[in-house]
């Protein structure tokens, strides 16, 4: 196939691009580089030293033979580059990464929350709208979020995208399949409930074939492929903005940090390694819905864990002790999370557990990156409500 | 109180803001003008010749002795300049009408559903963050559609805003209160649906008070205070894109134009008079929600039609033909509508109906005007796919 890769620099698109790749498939990096600029703006980088975009393309040719081009391009702003991508390159699809992804960046400000609705906004529908004016036939992949569904305490399990209800009225029970009712917690995650109303009409009025991934907190740095050189090396955040949760903890382990534990810690979040992130994405390639399809919806996630039961199961591997903070987001103190998973598992996803990668993941990266930490970067700092 | 009217040059917040100022409120309109932009680029003009904004608010003076104050400020880009509007008119509440409000403009091209996604997102979201940023407890009151809801074939009644649902699961049946799920029609109805999203999450997380009005298709033109000085008269759309369906049957009864019935003209929609708009807007001011309530959300209509029915009342008023044309939109032929409305009867509104003002508005806007009339601007021209 020949891919665009949206957001192809970033921490799930080079890997993905670099998967896709070796799988044979021609691929095409578009990227603005805006998550290395933001790298600027908050005076951190990454644990991991990551190599400039045409170092890793150049590496990448050089161990693989394998070419993958690039283009600086901001597809929120740039319509009509974007439409003459489309319409010279002729892609098969086009897997969107390419949106602004963390939820504590996304409440920093007022500016950050501005940004955070533009650019998500804009460049989910530009890319909706160039595919219908471009006239080919094109499968679009988008990474959305678990975040859509928000956090139920119910005890029923999350389905995959859409909710079969039953709507009593005065004479009968109606019977209707939506589209998961959205609760998300934040600008970020709310820009992702309302990419899932773009992608509904223009699959219903221009008959697009679009599959939304909705997935959890990634955790895990390397691949496969990023493994393969050490300047094909993938990003890893530990700052109190991008690091996720469970990067932070084993960083925070490997430079004998307290394990910052937001809250009561009872929040139980839905967890995937990026090896496992990147097999998904060709599994929803491959399995691409046929014009006139509803949008397919797969929830891309492998394990849930309480982030209390987290910080312990680090914390006895490593001796680091936990500590409470005060949680900056505006959340439920516990809730319970059960989420279907059975249509990637059926398509062949074979998992990577927290058991299995845990200690590798500790001592291949953070302990040995530890050096680059800046402690300073670690605690939270953007508040949900002032 | 003092308010703010958001989009107060046009179709709707022009005599919003006329009968808010009449109430004794303290009016300011902010308005970029873009409606008559839009005259411009679409090369027609309202059909009742409207004054310019400063003609308007200078005849209003003269016969009120009220002062309606005016800045040409683009919400949707120029943040700053809004949100030190708010901090130095310190509003009780605001009144959202600045979104591109025609669903065949939203269609026209990619440069229409760009503009229109642009504006209208921007436009909501920029006023929700500035509201937070101003720390002021301001109400919001929005200007929806009934297109948020799609339109039913199923004999439900469409309720205020919110569904009771019933989830089955394995041991028992969940009930949850959820956002009516939305099935937007075009581009223009979509914005509305994640203006809704918008309102859920600041609602949500910031504890905004927030009311979203659902409103279905306006028809009439004058209200009691635009009727007191020709100078005061409303904006009357009659071209294929922004000419709301009575109206235009209106206008071409007036011109000897037959009447034009999209399809089948099996679609049942809802329709309210401006007058009872305008009212309407008063109540919602008059019953904001508590801090902490969840999003206040009223159906703003009267009554539901046929179209073809229409089209033969105003056939059988003035024996005008009908005529059938190709429906330019991607909709169902025919589809029942019945709509609650009982939040605003309850708080007093007394509707006007088509059978009392229908003939009135005939004589006194269309036929009146109908010299202004260019011809060649009433056929559809925006598909919805090509």
């Given at each position: 196939?020949?891919?665009?890769?949206f957001?192809?620099d970033g921490?799930?698109?080079?890997?993905t691009?670099?998967?896709?790749s070796?799988l044979g498939?021609?691929?095409?990096?578009v990227?603005?580089?805006?998550?290395?600029?933001i790298?600027?703006?908050?005076e951190c980088?990454?644990?991991?030293?990551?190599s400039?975009i045409?170092n890793?393309?150049?590496t990448?040719?050089e161990?693989?033979?394998?070419?993958i081009?690039?283009?600086?391009?901001d597809?929120a702003?740039e319509y009509c580059?974007l439409?003459?991508l489309?319409?010279?390159?002729k892609?098969?699809?086009?897997?969107?990464?390419a949106?602004?992804?963390a939820a504590?960046?996304s409440?920093?400000?007022?500016?950050?929350k501005i940004?955070t609705?533009q650019n998500?906004?804009?460049?989910?529908?530009?890319i909706?709208?160039?595919?219908?004016?471009?006239?080919?036939?094109?499968?679009l992949?988008?990474?959305?979020?678990?975040g859509?569904?928000?956090?139920?305490t119910s005890?029923?399990?999350?389905?995959?995208?859409?909710l079969d209800?039953e709507i009593?009225?005065?004479?009968t029970r109606?019977?209707?399949?939506?589209?998961?009712?959205?609760?998300?917690?934040?600008?970020?995650?709310?820009t992702?409930?309302q990419?899932?109303?773009?992608?509904?009409?223009?699959?219903?009025?221009?008959?697009?074939?679009?599959t939304?991934l909705?997935?959890g907190?990634?955790?895990?740095t390397?691949?496969?492929e990023?493994n393969?050189d050490?300047r094909?090396?993938?990003?890893?955040?530990?700052?109190g903005?991008?690091?996720?949760v469970l990067?932070?903890?084993?960083?925070?382990s490997?430079i004998?940090?307290p394990?910052t534990?937001?809250?009561s810690g009872?929040q139980?979040?839905?967890?995937?390694h990026?090896q496992?992130?990147v097999?998904?994405i060709?599994l929803a390639?491959?399995n691409?819905?046929?014009s006139g399809?509803?949008v397919?919806?797969?929830n891309q996630?492998?394990?849930?864990?309480r982030?209390r039961d987290?910080?312990?199961?680090v914390a006895?591997l490593?001796?680091?002790?936990?500590?409470?903070v005060d949680?900056?987001?505006?959340?439920a103190?516990?809730?319970?999370?059960?989420?279907?998973?059975?249509k990637f598992m059926k398509?062949?996803l074979?998992?990577?557990?927290l058991s299995?990668?845990?200690?590798?993941e500790?001592?291949?990266?953070?302990?040995?990156?530890?050096?680059?930490c800046?402690?300073d970067?670690?605690m939270?700092?953007?508040?949900?409500?002032?």
């Amino acid at each position: 196939m020949r891919i665009v890769v949206f957001g192809g620099d970033g921490f799930c698109g080079w890997p993905t691009s670099l998967h896709l790749s070796n799988l044979g498939h021609e691929v095409k990096i578009v990227d603005n580089l805006s998550r290395r600029n933001i790298d600027n703006e908050l005076e951190c980088q990454s644990l991991t030293p990551i190599s400039t975009i045409s170092n890793r393309i150049q590496t990448w040719k050089e161990i693989s033979n394998k070419h993958i081009e690039f283009e600086n391009l901001d597809i929120a702003t740039e319509y009509c580059r974007l439409l003459d991508l489309l319409t010279n390159y002729k892609p098969d699809a086009v897997v969107h990464f390419a949106e602004q992804r963390a939820a504590p960046y996304s409440m920093k400000s007022p500016k950050h929350k501005i940004y955070t609705v533009q650019n998500n906004l804009n460049a989910t529908h530009n890319i909706l709208c160039a595919i219908v004016e471009s006239g080919i036939d094109i499968h679009l992949v988008h990474l959305g979020t678990m975040g859509v569904y928000g956090y139920t305490t119910s005890g029923m399990k999350i389905p995959e995208g859409y909710l079969d209800v039953e709507i009593p009225s005065e004479s009968t029970r109606l019977k209707s399949r939506i589209l998961y009712p959205a609760s998300p917690g934040s600008i970020y995650h709310m820009t992702k409930t309302q990419d899932a109303l773009f992608f509904q009409f223009y699959s219903n009025n221009d008959g697009l074939r679009i599959t939304d991934l909705h997935q959890g907190v990634v955790w895990g740095t390397n691949t496969k492929e990023t493994n393969l050189d050490e300047r094909l090396i993938n990003r890893f955040d530990y700052d109190g903005d991008y690091g996720t949760v469970l990067n932070r903890f084993l960083m925070q382990s490997a430079i004998d940090f307290p394990l910052t534990v937001y809250g009561s810690g009872g929040q139980t979040r839905a967890f995937i390694h990026i090896q496992d992130t990147v097999k998904c994405i060709q599994l929803a390639l491959e399995n691409a819905p046929k014009s006139g399809e509803p949008v397919h919806i797969f929830n891309q996630v492998t394990e849930t864990f309480r982030v209390r039961d987290l910080a312990e199961l680090v914390a006895q591997l490593t001796g680091t002790p936990v500590q409470r903070v005060d949680n900056p987001r505006i959340e439920a103190d516990e809730n319970e999370l059960e989420v279907e998973n059975e249509k990637f598992m059926k398509l062949g996803l074979d998992p990577i557990t927290l058991s299995e990668g845990l200690l590798m993941e500790i001592k291949q990266v953070a302990e040995k990156y530890s050096h680059r930490c800046d402690k300073d970067k670690i605690m939270p700092k953007s508040k949900w409500r002032n």
